[in-house]
């Protein structure tokens, strides 16, 4: 499908932060020319989070500290509804956006265990994340450093 020129503009500032002296857009290249099998909306909604960073900002300064409070330790929990559950996605865990976002942090932070967590309502695939979010501390669970 490709990717939709807002989000190309967003990926191209990534382009322009670092991660251990990469580019975080080399990081997530495989994401930008992932094949969607979703509709070009779902993946960008998937995609894109335009909320406050200060927690990303806080969990990749403590990642990049030596000795940090995160250096070893890193938990990414999702909360959504159809997209993070996997929907259109060839293979669940492997394909899907949640699985991809997870293999990047961890092919960018290589010496830190980072834990994954898909919060969403299994079996319901077309449950919207506004029906989802009250359930938070069921589906994604608590001491999340990122959700």
């Known amino acids: ?7 190309s503009r967003y990926y191209q500032r990534w382009s322009h932060m ?21 509709t070009r909306g779902q993946a960008e909604k ?6 406050h960073n200060a927690r990303l900002r806080r969990v990749l300064h403590g990642l990049h500290a030596p000795g940090g409070q995160l250096a070893g330790n890193f938990t990414l929990a999702s909360l959504g509804g159809a ?21 990047a942090m ?4 290589p010496s830190a265990t980072i834990t994954a967590r898909r919060g969403c309502a299994k079996g319901q695939a077309e449950l ?10 069921q589906l994604a669970g608590t001491g999340a450093d990122v959700v």
Request: net charge positive; charged share 15%.
């Open 128 to 137: 919207p994340l506004h029906m989802a979010a009250p359930c938070a501390q």
């Open 83 to 103: 997209v993070t559950c996997g929907a259109g996605a060839s293979r669940l865990d492997s394909s899907d956006w949640f699985s991809l976002t997870a293999g």
């Open 106 to 109: 961890r092919r960018a932070f």
């Open 1 to 7: 499908h490709g990717l939709a020129p807002a989000w």
């Open 46 to 51: 998937s995609l894109v989070y335009m909320g």
């Open 18 to 38: 670092t991660i251990k002296g990469q580019p975080v857009s080399e990081l997530l290249k495989d994401m930008q020319h992932y094949n969607f099998t979703l």
